[in-house]
């Protein structure tokens, strides 16, 4: 490309497309900077363990670290293993119980100061990334996007808009929280076989799709990764879709939302 005056600029980086995301996690705390025309990292992101209890306070000192890491000055998005309303956090997965009533633009704001930020479920993050860059971006109805892991997080998209914070990991199916049955912690806790395993994944979709009536449904968390051995034995009716951005989707989909100055 060619400005009038005859100057190339096409290798000039386009800083004001570029956004951060931080990613916490039971286990990790990543982020990343962003190109947010592309929902591509730009350079590699970058990880902390997650401190051991993970307090609000410990886990705030990790997210400092990642964003000193990158010397970043810039808006932060921040996606907690949470429901997020009104800036507090209402529960707390996989992290300490401390966050619960925590407020969490106040916590982040002591530690990186006087800039903006957004604080989003990890589920929601992930579901805005792969619905504008991911599996999600060709579809124009409903986009569920469901993350199976230690528990079953979920996020609804439609027309690019999110409805944050729909849990419906906890919803209940056949008697049972879906996360009970069907998360792939479960797998590995009762030794399932994929097989064994899609019974009960698609007792869950079954349940979600006469609800909800999603256009497709995106398979996420770490499991998605061998959708080839479990997806073809699903028996819901909605087609369902292995996520395509995977480890990266929490810090692209963090970036995201504070680009559009999300604060659910
Ligand atoms: C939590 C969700 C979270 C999901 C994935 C569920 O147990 O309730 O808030 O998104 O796990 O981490």
Do not use: C
């Not at 005056?5 to 982020?31: C, H, M, N, R, Y």
């Not at 109805?141 to 979920?154: D, E, H, P, R, Y």
């Not at 998360?183 to 009762?190: A, N, P, Y």
Request: glycine letters at 14%; charged letters at 20%; zero cysteines.
């Amino acid at each position: 490309m060619s400005s009038e005056s005859g100057v190339s600029t096409e290798s000039l980086p386009d800083i004001a497309q570029q956004g951060f995301g931080i990613d916490v996690g039971g286990s990790g705390i990543k982020g990343g900077i962003v190109d947010l025309v592309t929902g591509d990292l730009v350079g590699e992101r970058f990880k902390v363990l997650t401190p051991q209890p993970a307090t609000p306070e410990a886990v705030a000192g990790g997210i400092r670290e990642v964003v000193d890491h990158f010397d970043w000055k810039g808006p932060v998005g921040v996606t907690l293993p949470a429901v997020i309303t009104g800036g507090v956090a209402r529960t707390a997965a996989n992290i300490d119980k401390g966050w619960i009533g925590t407020d969490v633009y106040k916590l982040l704001g002591e530690q990186l100061g006087d800039r903006q930020l957004s604080v989003l479920n990890d589920a929601d993050a992930a579901g805005m990334a792969e619905d504008r860059y991911g599996a999600g971006k060709d579809y124009k109805g409903v986009v569920m996007l469901l993350t199976f892991g230690t528990g079953i997080g979920s996020a609804i998209m439609f027309g690019g808009t999110l409805i944050p914070n729909t849990e419906l990991g906890h919803m209940e199916v056949d008697g049972k929280e879906a996360e009970h049955q069907a998360s792939s912690k479960v797998k590995e806790d009762k030794d399932m076989s994929y097989t064994k395993w899609a019974v009960e994944v698609s007792k869950v979709l079954s349940a979600y799709e006469a609800l909800f009536w999603p256009e497709v449904f995106i398979a996420g968390g770490g499991i998605s990764r061998k959708s080839h051995k479990w997806i073809p034995h699903l028996t819901n009716k909605t087609p369902v879709v292995p996520a395509t951005l995977l480890n990266t989707a929490g810090i692209v989909g963090a970036a995201m939302a504070v680009e559009a100055g999300l604060r659910p």
